[in-house]
C-alpha cells in the first residue's frame, strides 16, 4: 500500500487520536464502529507495511490503549489477531530503535491492567518465545531501561509469570540478581524505585518464595544491604558474628539508601516474604533483625519506621502463634478491627 493512500486513510483518524486526551476519549466512544473498521487495517499494517507504516500505526495503538476502552477485548485478542501479536517478537532481536521503543511503550500501555496483562502474555507467549525471558535479556542489554522497568513491573503481578519463573528458575535468578547489579550501579532514583517494584511483586507470589529465598540467590543480603548503616560501627561483636558474612564489618562510610520511598519498599519486600513460614524462618535464621534495629533507631521518616516495626513484629512473634494461618498476607479482619488498625496506624504517623 502506498504512502500517500496510507495517510489519506489515517489523516483523520490520527489527527483524532493525537489530539487531547478528553477529545480523544470523545472521538472513541462516538465513532467506535469507525474505531472498529479502522483498527484491523492498522493492525494488518503493523504486520506487512514499511517502517514509517509501522510506526504510524504503533502510534496509534498507543493513544488508544491508554484509556483501556471496552473495545480493547474486542480489537485485540481475537483468532485472527495471531499475526499481530507475533510482529511483537521482533523485540527478541531489537535494533532499539524507534519501532523498538514504540514496540515496548505499547506493550506497557496495555499491560496495565492486570486482566489484559494476562491476556497480552498469553496472545505473545508460544512455545520459541516468552515475554519475560525477553525482558530479562533486555534489562541487561538495553539503554531504554525505564521502559523495560515498567513492562516487567506489569508482568510481575500476574500468576502467569511466576509459574513461568518458578519453571524456568535460571532465568528467575537472572532477573533477581540484574535488579540489585542495576539498582546498586543506577543513580536515577525512579529506575531504582522502579527495580525494586518488581522485586516487590515477585514478593506477592508466595509460591515463589521457597525459590527466592534459596541461597545462590542471597536475596535477603540483597534487600537489607541498602538500608544498612555502618554495622562496623553499629553492632558489638558478638551480634557481628550472627549476621550474615556480606553485612559484617561495612566500614564508616557506608551510607543508607537517601530515597525514603525505596527504604520503605525495600522493607515491604521483607514483610511480603513474612506471608510464608518458609519466609518467616529464613529471615529470623539469617539475624537481620539486628540490623533492622538499628536501622529503625536512625530512621527519621515515620512510614519507613512503621513498616520496620510492622515486620519485627512478625520476626519476634513465635511461630506458633500463625499456626492456623498460610497466609498472613490473606489474613481476613473485620470491619471493625480493620478500622481500629487504621485509626492505631493514622495515629503512629502522625506522631
Known sequence: MDDKKVNLIF??????????????????????????????????????????????????????????????????FAEADRQFWSSFHSIEKPSFDELFVLQISFLVDITIDEQLCEKVYNALNDGEFNLVKVCVTLLNHCNHLSLISDLLTNLSRIENTCDFLIENERVLQSLVDLIFDLFNRESSEVIKFKLISIMRNLCFHNNLHSHLLREEFNLLTKLVHPICGSTEIELDDEDMEKVPIELQYLPPEKQRESNPDIRHSLIECLLLLCATSFGRKM?????????????????????????????????????????????????????????????????????
Open 11 to 76: 489523516e483523520t483518524f490520527i489527527k483524532k487520536l493525537g489530539s487531547k486526551q478528553k477529545d480523544r476519549l470523545s472521538f472513541i466512544n462516538e465513532n467506535k464502529q469507525l474505531v472498529l473498521s479502522i483498527l484491523p487495517l492498522i493492525k494488518r499494517l503493523l504486520v506487512d507495511g514499511s517502517e514509517n507504516e509501522r510506526i504510524t500505526c504503533l502510534q496509534c495503538l498507543i493513544n488508544f490503549v491508554e484509556f483501556k476502552h471496552e473495545l480493547i477485548d474486542d480489537c485485540f
Open 283 to 351: 529471615i529470623r535464621d539469617s539475624n537481620i533483625y539486628l540490623i533492622l534495629r538499628e536501622t529503625h533507631k536512625r530512621e527519621e521518616v515515620r512510614k519507613v519506621q512503621k513498616r520496620i516495626e510492622d515486620l519485627v513484629d512478625i520476626i519476634l512473634k513465635d511461630e506458633k502463634e500463625y499456626a492456623d494461618i498460610e497466609n498472613l498476607m490473606k489474613l481476613q479482619l473485620s470491619d471493625e478491627y480493620k478500622r481500629k488498625f487504621d485509626e492505631d496506624d493514622k495515629k503512629l504517623l502522625e506522631n
